[in-house]
């Protein structure tokens, strides 16, 4: 048997940090037992699903490198296959013509609320002769659901979990327009798309005791499932914005790499042992869904920082240069970036985040005269711009390599009685504009002869 999963998104909003987490279980225990990972867009709500919506799913997933085998499914377009399929239940005895009004159902509804307990439909229709039927009205189909006995479902991940068929209705299969319902079309979809593993989120387990007893109305074999704990927030409340980010490309905006989010997610209910930073090859060799937790995973955006700085410093510095030009809004063939890719093995060891690299790469794509934050104009006192005079001629003697630059500074500071701090922050200021950057031999190195000299220089003339 060939494993298949699917991961099947609603285009209706956003794709949020929990809909990515199935997506990578799915795409995880599908690549670990060298199986197929599907795509289905379930865009069955016209009114809601947009194309937007479509493309920021399809964006995320690109982001987050999950590629998925095949063709992307989308549920709309077979609509005459779910319409087809439920008729054949109907023809077989499985299903019904329903007749019930709006005022019908209206009042079971207001019956059930009176009552304090849930609705379920029991239609006169279920074994009412369909000649009896009000004239010029369409019906909708329902599954003849069984009345007696239990729905069992052996989950993967929840262990066995059954409810009493009695606490299930008839649930609508096709629309009188004849749209099908949702939970029909996900049966019959699964069903002709050979999925041999469910792996979804727990809120869909009640769907899934319906979604067997269609399975067992076609004589079709249900695919097994897992269903996984929904994500809450540090408070144990369901995950909202209030908590933070809850979209994927929000995280991305957020400066934090697709593989360290990933890794996070993969993390957050699921565990092998210590292992805590774990590679894509290494997620795929270790995955399946015995290490999945039943109980609800809270987000910890701290330990993500510090999982996406780990990330950062493992990242390329090709890579990551480019990431800090397109956030720096810098074309090609900006003289920074040359710059920024020299000092990127240090910008990264104190970085956490892209947001967090950037901001302390962007001295190296300045203009003279160069802006001083608070800090950093306070070191420029008159004693300390007239010592940067003296030290800009000692500089434009040396090579500008950073070993010499090392050896310059440490000469100067020697020869004027200072210490090699009381020369760097000053330098530091007028080279950056802040008292933060990599080592001051490095970055002077970065910036150049010319360049260093300008911002030195720049300092005196203010």
């Not at 400066?255 to 565990?271: D, I, S, T, V």
């Amino acid at each position: 048997m060939t494993v298949r999963t699917r991961f099947a998104p609603s285009p209706t909003g956003l794709l949020h940090i929990g809909g990515a987490r199935t997506a990578l279980f799915n795409y995880l225990f599908a690549r670990h037992h060298g199986g197929e990972f599907l795509l289905r867009i379930e865009d069955t709500d016209k009114l809601r699903s947009t194309d937007a919506a479509t493309k920021v799913i399809l964006d995320g997933l690109d982001w987050l490198g999950l590629a998925h085998d095949g063709q992307t499914v989308y549920q709309s377009s077979r609509e005459a296959r779910h319409a087809e399929v439920a008729r054949q239940m109907l023809e077989a005895g499985n299903a019904y013509h329903c007749y019930l009004s709006a005022d019908e159902l209206k009042a079971m509804r207001e019956q059930a609320a009176a009552e304090g307990r849930p609705l379920r439909v029991v239609s006169p229709w279920r074994d009412r002769d369909p000649a009896e039927a009000p004239p010029g009205v369409t019906p909708v189909i329902r599954l003849k659901a069984p009345r007696e006995g239990e729905t069992v479902v052996r989950d993967l991940v929840q262990g066995e979990v059954r409810v009493a068929n009695t606490e299930l209705d008839d649930l609508i299969i096709l629309r009188s327009d004849g749209t099908p319902t949702y939970l029909h079309a996900v049966v019959v979809d699964d069903h002709d798309m050979a999925i041999t593993h469910v792996i979804r989120g727990d809120d869909h387990l009640t769907n899934t005791f319906r979604q067997v007893q269609i399975y067992q109305a076609m004589g079709w074999t249900p695919p097994e499932f897992a269903h996984i704990p929904l994500i809450h927030g540090a408070d144990g409340a369901k995950l909202s914005k209030r908590h933070g980010a809850v979209s994927v490309l929000e995280f991305r905006e957020q400066g934090f790499l697709p593989e360290a989010l990933c890794n996070y997610l993969l993390r957050l209910g699921w565990g092998h042992g210590d292992a805590e930073v774990l590679s894509r090859d290494e997620a795929i060799a270790l995955f399946d869904l015995d290490g999945v937790g039943r109980a609800a995973s809270r987000m910890d955006y701290a330990k993500l920082t510090h999982i996406n700085g780990i990330w950062l410093r493992r990242a390329d510095d090709d890579r990551l240069t480019g990431e800090v030009a397109e956030r720096l809004h810098l074309p090609a063939n900006h003289p920074a970036l040359p710059r920024i890719r020299q000092l990127m093995p240090g910008l990264k060891e104190r970085a956490k985040t892209l947001v967090d690299l950037a901001e302390s790469a962007a001295f190296l794509a300045k203009s003279v005269p160069i802006a001083m934050d608070a800090k950093a104009a306070a070191q420029l006192t008159p004693e300390n711009r007239a010592m940067l005079g003296d030290l800009a001629a000692a500089l434009g003697e040396t090579d500008f390599s950073a070993q010499a630059l090392d050896a310059a500074l440490r000469a100067f500071a020697e020869t004027t009685g200072r210490k090699l701090g009381q020369v760097a922050q000053p330098l530091r200021a007028a080279l950056t504009g802040t008292l933060s950057s990599p080592p001051i031999d490095a970055t002077l190195a970065a910036l150049g002869r010319a360049e260093s000299l300008a911002r030195i220089a720049a300092c005196q003339a203010d």
